[in-house]
Protein backbone atom coordinates (compact mmCIF):
# COMPACT_ATOMS: atom_id res chain seq x y z
CA UNK A 1 0.00 0.00 0.00
CA UNK A 2 2.83 2.46 0.41
CA UNK A 3 4.80 1.53 -2.67
CA UNK A 4 1.36 2.20 -4.24
CA UNK A 5 0.71 5.04 -2.73
CA UNK A 6 3.97 6.76 -3.32
CA UNK A 7 4.01 5.98 -6.60
CA UNK A 8 0.93 7.60 -7.15
CA UNK A 9 1.78 10.92 -5.53
CA UNK A 10 4.79 11.06 -7.82
CA UNK A 11 3.03 9.95 -10.61
CA UNK A 12 0.57 13.33 -9.47
CA UNK A 13 3.87 15.25 -8.84
CA UNK A 14 5.19 14.91 -12.03
CA UNK A 15 2.18 15.11 -14.31
CA UNK A 16 -0.06 17.20 -12.27
CA UNK A 17 0.28 20.93 -13.81
CA UNK A 18 0.38 18.95 -17.07
CA UNK A 19 -3.32 17.20 -16.93
CA UNK A 20 -4.32 20.52 -15.31
CA UNK A 21 -3.12 22.59 -18.64
CA UNK A 22 -4.80 19.84 -20.93
CA UNK A 23 -8.13 20.31 -18.99
CA UNK A 24 -8.09 23.56 -18.80
CA UNK A 25 -8.04 23.64 -22.59
CA UNK A 26 -10.88 21.17 -22.92
CA UNK A 27 -12.65 23.36 -20.47
CA UNK A 28 -11.94 26.24 -22.55
CA UNK A 29 -13.59 24.83 -25.51
CA UNK A 30 -16.31 23.55 -23.59
CA UNK A 31 -16.96 27.35 -22.85
CA UNK A 32 -16.86 28.47 -26.32
CA UNK A 33 -19.40 25.52 -27.44
CA UNK A 34 -21.77 27.18 -25.01
CA UNK A 35 -21.17 30.29 -26.11
CA UNK A 36 -22.09 29.72 -29.85
CA UNK A 37 -24.99 27.66 -28.55
CA UNK A 38 -26.59 30.23 -26.46
CA UNK A 39 -25.46 33.20 -28.67
CA UNK A 40 -26.28 31.35 -31.89
CA UNK A 41 -23.49 32.08 -33.29
CA UNK A 42 -22.90 30.71 -37.13
CA UNK A 43 -20.05 33.49 -37.87
CA UNK A 44 -16.99 32.31 -39.48
CA UNK A 45 -14.49 31.27 -36.36
CA UNK A 46 -12.25 33.80 -37.49
CA UNK A 47 -14.31 36.62 -37.50
CA UNK A 48 -14.98 39.57 -35.30
CA UNK A 49 -17.59 38.25 -33.98
CA UNK A 50 -16.01 35.93 -31.67
CA UNK A 51 -13.33 38.69 -30.36
CA UNK A 52 -15.77 39.15 -27.28
CA UNK A 53 -15.66 35.15 -26.35
CA UNK A 54 -11.65 35.73 -27.56
CA UNK A 55 -11.15 38.07 -25.00
CA UNK A 56 -12.28 36.25 -22.18
CA UNK A 57 -10.20 33.11 -23.14
CA UNK A 58 -6.70 34.98 -23.61
CA UNK A 59 -7.62 37.13 -19.89
CA UNK A 60 -8.30 33.49 -18.52
CA UNK A 61 -5.00 32.41 -19.56
CA UNK A 62 -3.25 35.69 -19.55
CA UNK A 63 -3.82 35.91 -15.41
CA UNK A 64 -2.97 31.83 -15.29
CA UNK A 65 0.47 33.29 -17.23
CA UNK A 66 0.83 36.07 -14.81
CA UNK A 67 0.32 33.92 -11.20
CA UNK A 68 2.05 30.62 -12.28
CA UNK A 69 5.25 31.72 -14.27
CA UNK A 70 5.19 35.79 -13.96
CA UNK A 71 4.80 36.18 -17.47
CA UNK A 72 6.41 38.56 -19.20
CA UNK A 73 6.62 39.69 -23.37
CA UNK A 74 9.26 41.93 -24.56
CA UNK A 75 9.62 43.16 -28.22
CA UNK A 76 6.14 43.27 -29.45
CA UNK A 77 7.25 46.64 -31.13
CA UNK A 78 9.62 44.35 -33.56
CA UNK A 79 5.94 42.75 -34.64
CA UNK A 80 5.27 44.59 -38.38
CA UNK A 81 1.90 46.62 -38.29
CA UNK A 82 0.91 44.10 -41.54
CA UNK A 83 1.57 40.25 -42.22
CA UNK A 84 4.28 38.32 -41.12
CA UNK A 85 5.89 35.02 -40.47
CA UNK A 86 7.11 34.34 -36.52
CA UNK A 87 9.51 31.40 -36.02
CA UNK A 88 9.82 29.76 -32.68
CA UNK A 89 11.54 27.54 -30.30
CA UNK A 90 9.31 24.56 -29.59
CA UNK A 91 9.04 23.58 -25.34
CA UNK A 92 7.84 20.33 -24.15
CA UNK A 93 4.34 21.72 -23.93
CA UNK A 94 4.03 25.13 -26.26
CA UNK A 95 2.01 26.94 -23.19
CA UNK A 96 4.57 29.86 -23.51
CA UNK A 97 3.36 29.89 -26.93
CA UNK A 98 -1.06 30.27 -26.17
CA UNK A 99 0.81 33.09 -23.20
CA UNK A 100 2.31 34.97 -25.92
CA UNK A 101 -1.49 35.07 -28.12
CA UNK A 102 -2.92 35.85 -25.48
CA UNK A 103 -0.87 39.08 -24.13
CA UNK A 104 -0.79 40.04 -27.68
CA UNK A 105 -4.60 39.42 -27.96
CA UNK A 106 -5.54 41.73 -25.11
CA UNK A 107 -2.62 44.17 -25.78
CA UNK A 108 -3.23 44.54 -29.68
CA UNK A 109 -6.35 42.95 -29.93
CA UNK A 110 -4.24 41.14 -33.10
CA UNK A 111 -4.93 37.49 -34.04
CA UNK A 112 -1.96 35.25 -34.78
CA UNK A 113 -2.88 32.16 -36.48
CA UNK A 114 -0.73 29.39 -35.60
CA UNK A 115 0.53 26.33 -37.78
CA UNK A 116 0.47 23.06 -36.04
CA UNK A 117 1.46 19.36 -36.03
CA UNK A 118 -1.74 16.98 -37.92
CA UNK A 119 -1.36 15.16 -34.59
CA UNK A 120 -3.38 17.81 -33.37
CA UNK A 121 -6.02 17.78 -35.07
CA UNK A 122 -6.81 14.65 -34.03
CA UNK A 123 -7.51 15.43 -30.54
CA UNK A 124 -10.85 14.77 -30.00
CA UNK A 125 -13.54 17.83 -28.43
CA UNK A 126 -11.16 20.71 -29.82
CA UNK A 127 -12.38 21.59 -33.23
CA UNK A 128 -14.32 24.81 -32.04
CA UNK A 129 -11.21 26.00 -29.99
CA UNK A 130 -8.69 25.76 -32.66
CA UNK A 131 -11.23 27.55 -35.11
CA UNK A 132 -11.35 30.10 -32.97
CA UNK A 133 -8.12 30.59 -32.14
CA UNK A 134 -6.77 30.23 -35.78
CA UNK A 135 -4.65 27.14 -35.12
CA UNK A 136 -4.33 25.74 -39.07
CA UNK A 137 -2.52 22.60 -40.49
CA UNK A 138 -0.39 25.24 -42.45
CA UNK A 139 -0.50 24.13 -45.98
CA UNK A 140 1.30 26.69 -48.68
CA UNK A 141 -1.96 28.09 -49.65
CA UNK A 142 -3.75 28.40 -46.16
CA UNK A 143 -0.45 30.24 -45.06
CA UNK A 144 -0.61 32.92 -48.24
CA UNK A 145 -4.03 33.50 -47.47
CA UNK A 146 -3.66 34.49 -44.10
CA UNK A 147 -1.12 36.39 -44.94
CA UNK A 148 -2.68 38.41 -47.91
CA UNK A 149 -5.68 38.64 -44.96
CA UNK A 150 -3.07 40.83 -42.85
CA UNK A 151 -2.49 38.23 -40.35
CA UNK A 152 0.43 37.44 -38.76
CA UNK A 153 0.86 33.54 -38.97
CA UNK A 154 3.70 31.59 -36.63
CA UNK A 155 5.61 28.27 -37.04
CA UNK A 156 7.90 26.08 -35.33
CA UNK A 157 9.97 24.22 -37.69
CA UNK A 158 11.29 22.07 -35.02
CA UNK A 159 7.71 21.06 -34.02
CA UNK A 160 6.83 17.98 -32.29
CA UNK A 161 10.21 16.62 -32.67
CA UNK A 162 11.60 19.33 -31.13
CA UNK A 163 9.16 19.24 -28.36
CA UNK A 164 10.12 15.62 -27.63
CA UNK A 165 13.76 15.11 -28.17
CA UNK A 166 15.57 18.92 -27.35
CA UNK A 167 16.52 19.21 -23.86
CA UNK A 168 17.83 21.66 -21.78
CA UNK A 169 21.03 22.47 -24.16
CA UNK A 170 18.13 24.23 -25.68
CA UNK A 171 19.13 22.47 -29.32
CA UNK A 172 16.50 23.57 -32.22
CA UNK A 173 15.95 20.80 -34.60
CA UNK A 174 14.85 22.11 -37.30
CA UNK A 175 16.04 19.80 -39.92
CA UNK A 176 15.68 20.80 -43.30
CA UNK A 177 12.50 22.36 -43.26
CA UNK A 178 12.51 25.66 -45.21
CA UNK A 179 9.05 25.95 -46.48
CA UNK A 180 8.35 28.81 -44.05
CA UNK A 181 11.07 30.71 -45.86
CA UNK A 182 9.41 29.73 -49.45
CA UNK A 183 5.92 31.09 -48.00
CA UNK A 184 7.68 34.38 -46.93
CA UNK A 185 9.33 34.98 -50.35
CA UNK A 186 6.24 34.29 -52.00
CA UNK A 187 4.03 36.84 -49.82
CA UNK A 188 6.94 39.56 -49.35
CA UNK A 189 6.88 38.97 -45.45
CA UNK A 190 9.24 39.70 -43.09
CA UNK A 191 9.99 36.45 -40.54
CA UNK A 192 10.60 37.54 -37.19
CA UNK A 193 12.34 35.48 -34.78
CA UNK A 194 10.78 34.85 -31.27
CA UNK A 195 12.03 32.43 -27.61
CA UNK A 196 10.28 32.06 -24.37
CA UNK A 197 13.28 32.21 -21.78
CA UNK A 198 13.12 29.01 -19.14
CA UNK A 199 10.73 27.52 -21.21
CA UNK A 200 12.29 24.11 -20.82
CA UNK A 201 12.73 24.23 -17.31
CA UNK A 202 9.16 25.12 -16.91
CA UNK A 203 8.34 21.47 -18.64
CA UNK A 204 10.66 18.47 -19.26
CA UNK A 205 10.63 15.35 -21.74
CA UNK A 206 12.54 12.22 -20.44
CA UNK A 207 15.39 11.44 -21.86
CA UNK A 208 15.81 10.66 -25.55
CA UNK A 209 15.40 6.14 -25.65
CA UNK A 210 16.11 4.63 -29.19
CA UNK A 211 12.67 3.15 -28.96
CA UNK A 212 10.82 6.26 -28.32
CA UNK A 213 12.34 8.32 -31.08
CA UNK A 214 11.94 5.01 -33.64
CA UNK A 215 8.33 5.23 -32.70
CA UNK A 216 8.12 9.12 -33.14
CA UNK A 217 9.43 8.63 -36.62
CA UNK A 218 7.42 5.92 -37.70
CA UNK A 219 4.07 7.05 -36.68
CA UNK A 220 4.58 10.61 -36.27
CA UNK A 221 3.04 11.00 -32.96
CA UNK A 222 4.27 12.25 -29.18
CA UNK A 223 4.02 8.83 -27.33
CA UNK A 224 6.59 10.42 -24.28
CA UNK A 225 4.57 12.34 -21.98
CA UNK A 226 5.84 15.89 -20.58
CA UNK A 227 6.32 16.43 -17.10
CA UNK A 228 6.80 19.46 -14.87
CA UNK A 229 5.23 22.63 -14.46
CA UNK A 230 7.63 24.28 -12.21
CA UNK A 231 6.68 28.35 -11.52
CA UNK A 232 9.89 29.18 -13.08
CA UNK A 233 10.17 32.73 -14.41
CA UNK A 234 9.24 32.77 -18.41
CA UNK A 235 10.14 35.65 -20.50
CA UNK A 236 9.06 35.57 -24.63
CA UNK A 237 11.66 38.01 -26.79
CA UNK A 238 10.40 38.96 -30.10
CA UNK A 239 13.90 39.63 -32.01
CA UNK A 240 14.12 42.37 -35.09
CA UNK A 241 12.21 41.23 -38.15
CA UNK A 242 14.67 39.74 -41.26
CA UNK A 243 13.05 42.01 -43.74
CA UNK A 244 11.70 40.76 -47.37
CA UNK A 245 14.43 41.03 -49.99
CA UNK A 246 13.14 40.33 -53.60
CA UNK A 247 16.72 39.54 -54.80
CA UNK A 248 17.09 36.31 -51.94
CA UNK A 249 16.02 33.06 -52.70
CA UNK A 250 14.40 30.75 -50.10
CA UNK A 251 18.23 29.03 -49.26
CA UNK A 252 19.52 32.32 -49.26
CA UNK A 253 16.96 33.66 -46.42
CA UNK A 254 17.64 30.61 -44.59
CA UNK A 255 21.43 31.24 -44.58
CA UNK A 256 21.90 35.35 -44.79
CA UNK A 257 23.49 37.12 -42.53
CA UNK A 258 24.59 41.00 -42.67
CA UNK A 259 26.24 43.37 -40.51
CA UNK A 260 24.86 46.05 -38.23
CA UNK A 261 27.29 48.73 -36.18
CA UNK A 262 29.87 46.52 -34.90
CA UNK A 263 27.76 43.87 -34.24
CA UNK A 264 27.17 40.65 -36.04
CA UNK A 265 23.51 40.52 -36.07
CA UNK A 266 22.33 37.24 -37.80
CA UNK A 267 19.16 37.57 -39.94
CA UNK A 268 19.10 33.48 -40.87
CA UNK A 269 15.65 32.38 -39.62
CA UNK A 270 17.54 29.73 -37.75
CA UNK A 271 20.66 31.49 -36.17
CA UNK A 272 18.47 34.37 -35.16
CA UNK A 273 16.41 32.24 -33.01
CA UNK A 274 19.62 30.60 -31.82
CA UNK A 275 20.81 34.28 -30.70
CA UNK A 276 17.64 34.67 -28.96
CA UNK A 277 18.66 31.77 -26.86
CA UNK A 278 22.20 32.63 -26.41
CA UNK A 279 21.30 36.30 -25.19
CA UNK A 280 18.69 35.29 -22.65
CA UNK A 281 18.92 31.37 -21.83
CA UNK A 282 21.28 30.12 -19.24
CA UNK A 283 22.71 27.04 -20.95
CA UNK A 284 22.17 24.16 -20.05
CA UNK A 285 19.24 25.38 -18.35
CA UNK A 286 18.92 25.47 -14.75
CA UNK A 287 15.29 24.71 -12.95
CA UNK A 288 17.04 26.25 -9.57
CA UNK A 289 18.60 29.54 -10.94
CA UNK A 290 14.99 29.90 -13.10
CA UNK A 291 12.79 29.26 -10.09
CA UNK A 292 15.06 31.99 -8.37
CA UNK A 293 14.24 34.38 -11.48
CA UNK A 294 10.59 34.27 -10.70
CA UNK A 295 10.95 36.31 -7.67
CA UNK A 296 14.12 38.27 -8.35
CA UNK A 297 12.23 41.85 -8.63
CA UNK A 298 15.56 43.68 -9.59
CA UNK A 299 15.66 41.79 -12.79
CA UNK A 300 13.17 42.74 -15.53
Not at 86 to 112: E, M, N, T
Not at 132 to 152: D, F, Q, S, Y
Amino acid sequence: VVIISLTISAILFFFMVPLTILFFIYLTNILLLIYQRNGEVKADPLSDVWDSARKTIASFWDIYARIWHGYELHGVENLPEGPGILVYYHGAIPIDYLYFLSRLFLWKKRLCLSVADHFVFRLPGLKLLLEVTGIMLGTREECLIALKNGHLVSVSPGGVREALFSDESYQLMWGNRKGFAQVALDAKVPIIPMYTQNVREGYRMFKERRFFRQLYESTRLPFTPPYGGLPVKFRTYIGEPIPYDPNITTEELVEKQVYKGDFLFSFQAKTAVQALISKHQTIPGNIWKALLERFDKRRK
